[in-house]
């Protein structure tokens, strides 16, 4: 339920290759990009242009225009927005750009994102760096900056894109009630550089300021924790179920069974009982800014 790893290729001239390859084991982002790739060329053919004269008249090169046409390439929205234009869709072009920036983004991360998007509360409890939730997208690029092997550029766009799309849940009415619970060594450690840092907890003093929202502090100095086995997640739904997964418990797999997903609760409720309080802990979040 921690998704961090997305990969991508895109082309450095916008006539060559911009755009995103599509992954062939993601079924529903195949789906997508080949529906999107039949209307393309279903609207250039009725306009009686051809790939390549319609590429030039849209600033393209007619490899790509193939590429989308038959479905082997995510266009990036202005592809699809000059397309529209060129070709007279009247706008049923452009409004694929929805289904397009889904596509862009691996299926673990839509199905992350769709089912953030569906719970009513969410739990969470982080030890090595902030939930994806409360990054900055600057915070976000140095955690893929870092990574190793190390990704491409484009790799890493793509990555902080789809983290910051999934920050949609806090403009979600009605809000869902988010707790997170952050080792005092996340917000200590500059990633990205001490500016990105100071940024970082600017945004944390504020998203812990909404109403939905509960931003605690584990600190260092606590003689007894109860997330030593690592990270904690619990998403609950309006339906009643839910679904969690911690590093220490249960192999690390995602569960869905009451009993399990009871543990996963009680560990996280003693967890949030040993950290800083809400308002403790913005307290000290502030405290930290000034000393960064």
Known sequence: MSVDEVGTTSGTDGADDPGWEVDPDDES??????????????????????????????????????????????????????????????????????????????????????????????????????????????????????RLPPYEPEEIEQAVAARMARQAIFERAPAPALSFVQEEATLRRPLGGTMVLRRQLEHLLAVGQLRNVAIQVMPIDREEHAGMQGETQVLKFKDGSALGRSEGAFNGRAVSDPKQLRILELRYGMIRAQALTPRESLAFIEQLLGET
């Open 29 to 146: 982002g195949v789906a997508m990009a080949a529906t999107v790739g039949r209307q393309v060329k279903a609207w250039r053919e009725a306009a009686g242009m051809r790939a390549g004269e319609f590429g030039a008249a849209i600033g393209y090169g007619e490899d790509l225009v193939y590429k989308v046409e038959g479905g082997r390439r995510i266009p990036r929205p202005e592809f699809l927005d000059r397309a529209d234009e060129v070709l007279g869709a009247g706008g049923k072009l452009a409004m694929m750009k929805r289904e397009m920036a889904e596509a862009r983004y691996p299926k673990k991360v839509r199905d992350l994102a769709r089912l953030e998007a569906q719970a009513v509360e969410l739990l969470a409890y982080g030890d090595h760096n902030l939930h994806g939730l409360l990054q900055t997208a600057e915070y976000a690029q140095g955690l893929f900056e870092m």
